[in-house]
């Protein structure tokens, strides 16, 4: 399924984009040359008559960003989870006691070793999509995967007291 997002240039404005719903709505964020932003949601029946507009504040529009990521990443693992029968998503907490604890997450060979795929880490509050091998590993990050069950108990037990 494929969306259909419209960039219009406002003159003296700044930019703004809409997107096109299914249903045949249209919502548009507009990016004002001073920096502030908007949402609006434009009437059904005249696309150019907004019939309501909401003002974003930096961190508000990085919320709603964040949401709406979120949402879309859980929708898409639950539909991988649909269409691939047998795969499986875990999260593993890195115990201190675990030889990659202030290691690199290349060290681990864990994709060698077990064929699940790291995903991504969560360190605290920060979440890291996509780590790279150079990525470090601490005690207490949560190892979010992807593989086999089987996959995912060598990749906990890899991760608890290593290669062996």
Known sequence: MSVIV???ELPGIGTRHDVLTQSGRRI?????????REIALFDIDDPDASSD???LT???ASALADVLGASV???QLVGIREQAAGLATEQLVLPATSPYAGARL????ARTRTGTSI???VHNADVI?????DTPLLAGDTVIAIGTRAGLDALSRLLTVGPG
């Open 28 to 36: 548009g964020v507009v990016s004002h040359r001073t920096g502030e």
């Open 106 to 109: 290349g060290d681990t060979r």
């Open 129 to 133: 999509p996509s780590p790279r091998p």
């Open 53 to 55: 507009s909401i003002e």
């Open 6 to 8: 419209e960039k219009i």
């Open 73 to 75: 990443m859980l929708g």
């Open 119 to 121: 995903v991504a880490i």
């Open 58 to 60: 930096d961190g508000e």
